[in-house]
Structure formats: structure tokens, C-alpha cells
């Protein structure tokens, strides 16, 4: 079992920046994949930025350029860095990982982000 704990939802400007992390309650060096996704009012829930065991990262395009995901395995964190936040990345965002052995699909309760114009 995995507990996830998200932090770092704020209102921010339009061109603004935050920094989101996602606190494990266990090793997540043992985790295959972290990620974070996003849901706006009326919006299927999307993936933002995944990062592998490996490190590789994928972003959503809309992200790309904007968004950095890291993980410190020491921390058992993993942070998402957004930059130049636009009114369209309001959203709850939340974080998740993924076990292959034992299988497990776990989230966190999720973050409110809010971008002002």
C-alpha cells in the first residue's frame, strides 16, 4: 500500500510559476511510475508528466517546455515545476504511482491550482 500526499496548490498570475510535490509514505524508488495528472471542471482527468524508475519523462504537449517532473528517491517526493502557468492549467492536480510487482494504481487527494488572467 502507498499513500500519496500532494502539496504546493496555490492561485497564481498568469506567467507565474509553483512548484507541486507529492510525498510517498514508502520508498518510491520501488515505484515503476509517477505521475501527475490534471482535472478542470467538466474535464476528463490527463496526464501532465510521468517519470520511470529509469528517469525517462513524457509531458503532455501542452506542457512541454513548461513543466518539469523530478523525483528525489531519497525525499520518497516527486515535484512538478510549472512555469509560465497559464489560465488554462487550473485544475485539481493529482499525483500517482504505479506498481507493476505487487500490482498496484494508487493516488493522492489531489492539489487545486488556480491561474488568474
Known amino acids: 500500500q502507498v499513500e500519496l500526499v500532494e502539496s504546493g496548490g496555490d492561485m497564481v498570475q498568469a506567467g507565474g510559476c509553483l512548484r507541486l510535490s507529492c510525498a510517498s509514505s514508502g520508498s518510491i524508488a520501488r515505484i515503476n511510475v509517477m505521475g501527475w495528472y490534471r482535472q478542470a471542471p467538466g474535464k476528463q482527468r490527463e496526464l501532465v508528466a510521468a517519470?520511470?524508475?529509469?528517469?525517462?519523462?513524457n509531458y503532455a504537449d501542452s506542457v512541454k517546455g513548461r513543466f518539469t517532473i523530478s523525483r528525489d528517491n531519497a525525499k520518497n517526493t516527486v515535484y512538478l515545476q510549472m512555469n509560465s502557468l497559464e489560465p488554462e492549467d487550473t485544475a485539481v492536480y493529482y499525483c500517482n504511482a504505479v506498481m507493476y510487482y505487487p500490482p498496484g494504481d494508487y493516488w493522492g487527494q489531489g492539489t487545486q491550482v488556480t491561474v488568474s488572467s
Open positions: 517519470i520511470r524508475k529509469s528517469g525517462s519523462t
